[in-house]
């Protein structure tokens, strides 16, 4: 079997305990390192202290002064040696002649050493050297007299034992230390093979680059922006989508999420474990309709991640679709309402009555034309002249007289809002204002709109004299999911509204009785402070 084949719970054992076998060999380097160099220490600590013992012996100090001293030196010397178990000791007078030597061929010599002449300067220190026997630890001592004068010195060797020796001496040592080291290293490198398995979902390293390639490719892919984090608040993923929507470059991977997108919120999805859907944001200067959704396995909460994408495009696929159903319902209204002038203008030419049928036709159309005449020039924009145009033909076919305030003027959208806020707004409230003649009797339904600006503030009125909303049902209207008109409701469109109010920093207020109408008060600021704008946008 091949290593690149091999399961990677054999590739983690054999591994980890490779690592085991390396760091028990660098462990057994620096301990018999640590081991000779101590060896060395006592060695020469006990060289010094013998040395010191012979060279306080009355008899080597008489025998130095005599001409053939160390015939009576040596014997002493070499006894001491054997009950001290050194090497050798060397007796030396102040002119370097041998008054003690192992070898006896030596006594009365002249010694050569090199690393004696600190010693006939009143020196005592150890120092290492080779000879012939091998590596000794030697210590240097000088003699002398009871008139304090140096008159030798005493160097004593104890030679160092060798590697073999010194790994045969811990022989037990080493052997016990293998046994338990090579039982636990196994037994851990299989327990964390066996552990990384579970981690990885029991797929082999060439399955977990594939399945990496793979997804990093399908969030590439996907038109949404995607970003996750992990259990610590950094960022995992962030697609190219979500980099472009955010106006974003670089690899922002490992950065906390509250530094790159302050207000995105995931941390309270983390935190809770509670996923939020379909929620509108800004993220700095973008309108976002985002979901977010905690990550878990195994019943626990790992991460969390974000799948937004830039509410301009939807808000405009929206609205050529709503725009589509607002044109056919305009048209269908239009439709039934010039056949009704149809019949009355050919009623009338029936009955001899052109002068009235003429009128009727003059006093009609110029109404019309006032109308989008008076919204075009006052609002300003075609989407809402539009949609007002159409809700006041739709109040005609349902027997409802839909007003605009004849005082009513926008010029400018308010911070932080735009044309699709104000559609959705006026959309909302005016369906709604219908709703509330539903299975109602009543000689006159009206419902008057208001749009009215000025520097400092831009204000939508709307009211109707309906059926009106109970105090239990003004204080749940504003949910998502809450809905009066049965079956037929979303729940959404006030729960909208209230979204647009808080993101343009507005104030909403209902006053409403029941079976008098309702009336609803929108008021936006038109200029921000800066501490309101960098709470709205976060910057």
Not at 385 to 404: A, F, N, T
Not at 475 to 487: D, H, N, P
Request: hydrophobic share 40%.
């Amino acid at each position: 079997m091949s290593l690149k084949r091999m399961p990677i719970r054999w590739k983690i054992t054999i591994l980890s305990f490779g690592i085991v076998a390396f760091t028990v060999l660098i462990g057994g380097i620096i301990i018999i390192g640590n081991t000779i160099e101590s060896k060395e220490e006592s060695l020469g600590e006990h060289a010094l202290v013998t040395g010191r013992t012979i060279a306080n012996l009355p008899a080597l100090k008489e025998g130095l002064t005599e001409s053939e001293g160390w015939k009576k030196i040596n014997p002493v010397v070499e006894r001491i040696r054997t009950i001290n178990s050194s090497d050798y000791i060397v007796v030396l007078n102040m002119n370097r002649i041998r008054y003690s030597h192992p070898v006896e061929e030596k006594l009365g010599t002249l010694s050569s050493g090199k690393d004696e002449g600190p010693a006939f300067g009143e020196h005592s220190y150890t120092s290492k050297a080779e000879g012939v026997m091998g590596v000794a630890v030697r210590g240097f001592v000088p003699v002398m007299n009871e008139d304090h004068e140096q008159i030798g010195v005493v160097i004593v060797g104890n030679l160092l034992p060798s590697l073999q020796e010194i790994l045969l001496g811990m022989k037990s040592e080493i052997l016990l230390v293998l046994l338990l080291t090579g039982l636990f290293g196994i037994t851990g490198s299989w327990l964390l093979a066996r552990h990384l398995k579970e981690q990885t979902f029991h797929l082999e390293p060439h399955e977990v680059v594939q399945l990496l390639v793979e997804r990093t490719a399908t969030f590439q892919a996907m038109n949404e922006g995607i970003v996750a984090i992990d259990n610590e608040g950094k960022i995992t993923i962030m697609n190219d989508k979500a980099k472009k929507i955010l106006g974003i470059k670089g690899d922002q991977r490992k950065q906390r999420i509250e530094q790159v997108m302050p207000d995105i919120r995931l941390g309270d999805v983390l935190s809770s474990g509670q996923g939020v859907y379909n929620e509108e944001l800004r993220l700095g200067s973008t309108l976002v309709m985002s979901t977010r959704v905690p990550i878990r396995v195994e019943e626990e909460t790992i991460g969390a991640v974000v799948i937004f994408q830039d509410r301009t495009d939807v808000t405009r696929l929206a609205e050529e679709l709503t725009g589509v159903k607002a044109f056919v319902d305009a048209l269908r209204v239009q439709n039934h309402e010039h056949l009704n002038k149809l019949h009355t203008i050919a009623g009338l030419i029936q009955l001899d009555q052109k002068d009235k049928a003429l009128n009727f036709v003059f006093e009609t159309s110029e109404k019309q034309e006032r109308l989008s005449n008076f919204l075009v020039k006052n609002l300003k924009d075609y989407s809402l002249s539009g949609l007002l145009l159409s809700k006041v033909s739709r109040g005609k076919e349902l027997g409802i007289e839909v007003v605009v305030d004849s005082q009513s003027e926008m010029h400018r959208y308010p911070p932080l809002l735009d044309q699709h806020d104000f559609v959705l707004i006026l959309g909302n409230l005016i369906e709604n204002a219908f709703h509330a003649f539903e299975e109602m009797e009543r000689d006159e339904k009206w419902i008057d709109v208001s749009i009215s600006q000025d520097e400092h503030s831009c204000a939508i009125s709307v009211e109707d004299n309906g059926k009106g909303i109970s105090s239990e049902q003004q204080a749940a209207i504003f949910e998502k999911g809450f809905t009066t008109k049965g079956q037929k409701g979303s729940g959404i469109g006030l729960y909208l509204v209230n979204n647009i109010v808080d993101k343009g920093l507005g104030e909403i207020e209902v006053f409403s009785q029941n079976g008098e109408g309702t009336s609803i008060l929108i008021t936006f600021p038109m200029t921000l402070e800066e501490d309101s704008y960098e709470q709205a946008t976060g910057y």
